[in-house]
């Protein structure tokens, strides 16, 4: 009944963030990931999330006005590894980029993303209550009528993007997406006793606008909604992009703030700082979290690290589909 994970660098994994960025890039291909590491100095086994993804695109025909086609394929995977529970997901990604003026600076996108998911958990890492010997250990065999630990189920969602990336000028991406549509049931339970457990649909926002403050820098105002039945997130903040050398070699840093909606209420969930550095078509993030609510206990400060690289394959300058970083 929870919201869905979620990534702090999330334009490091465009294809979980919107289906309508598949192919939405400066170049031919891309490949990238993104690892998180949530919760290690408060669990012995932390919370580990992974996101792959790998998209392509290319123009049909030969037009002046150079439409776009984008498919891709996402893998991601998400483990709780103090029980033994895992997500694991294969997405299928396609995307028409529509170029709305004749200079092919203003893109409309419409993507639909295919996907299957698997849920696994560990029974050998649960105790329950009739496995209790009375003293000091849970050894005995439970009697509990435990369903499969594992099942599958498809997932589907679509997601509509807007670029309007001038030359030299600011420019302004603005996303929606909807993941989840159909409702998947999510129980590992079949009995008739049992309701069906079905996912919220998650409705997210995206916005990006890249400002140019000379030939070398540049500001990147970003935000991102997401409501998930009663929960909903933002994350809002800002990078600042500096080119280094006449070969591209770039470095960026930022600052977010997470506030949070829950059935608890409305808090400031953490903030977070990010670097990155970007050469040879190869970028790379570092951000870390750290959860505000729990500053006030030094022994259980919850934190999160992530790690992010991307390859542009085929880099082109001339049209700006999707902001770099």
Known sequence: MAQDRHFTQFY???????????????????????????????LDQPYQTFAFGADMRF?????????????????????????GFSTTQ?????AYHKSLNAFNTQYLSAGFQ??????????????????????????GISREKLPENNFGYADLSMGLNYANAPKNRTGVFIGL????????????????????????????????????INRRVSFTPRLLAALQGPHLEMNVGANVRSVLNTSGTAIHFGGWARPVRTQNGVNLDAIALLFGMEFNNILV?????????????????????????????????????????
Not at 119 to 125: H, S
């Open 12 to 42: 490091a994994a465009p294809l979980q963030l919107n289906p309508a960025l598949t192919g939405a890039f400066d170049g031919k291909y891309r490949v990238g990931g993104v690892y998180r590491d949530q919760w290690r100095s408060l």
């Open 114 to 139: 295919f996907g299957l998911t698997q849920r696994n958990v560990n029974y050998d890492y649960l105790n329950f209550q009739d496995q209790f010997n009375g003293i000091d250990q849970f050894k």
């Open 177 to 212: 997406a909807m993941h989840h549509f159909a409702q998947p049931n999510v129980s590992f339970y079949e009995r008739p006793e049992i309701p069906n457990n079905k996912l919220f649909t998650r409705y997210s926002a995206q916005l990006n606008v890249q400002i140019p």
């Open 59 to 83: 123009t049909p025909g030969r037009a002046t006005v150079k439409d776009k086609i984008g498919v891709g394929i996402t893998f991601l995977n998400d483990r709780v590894n103090q029980i």
């Open 90 to 94: 294969l997405g299928l990604s396609g």
């Open 285 to 325: 993030g570092l951000s870390y979290d750290l959860n505000i609510p729990t500053l006030t206990n030094y022994r259980k400060v919850q934190n999160s690290f992530e790690i992010s690289l991307i390859y542009l394959g085929d880099y082109e300058n001339d049209e700006l589909l999707c902001p770099q970083f």
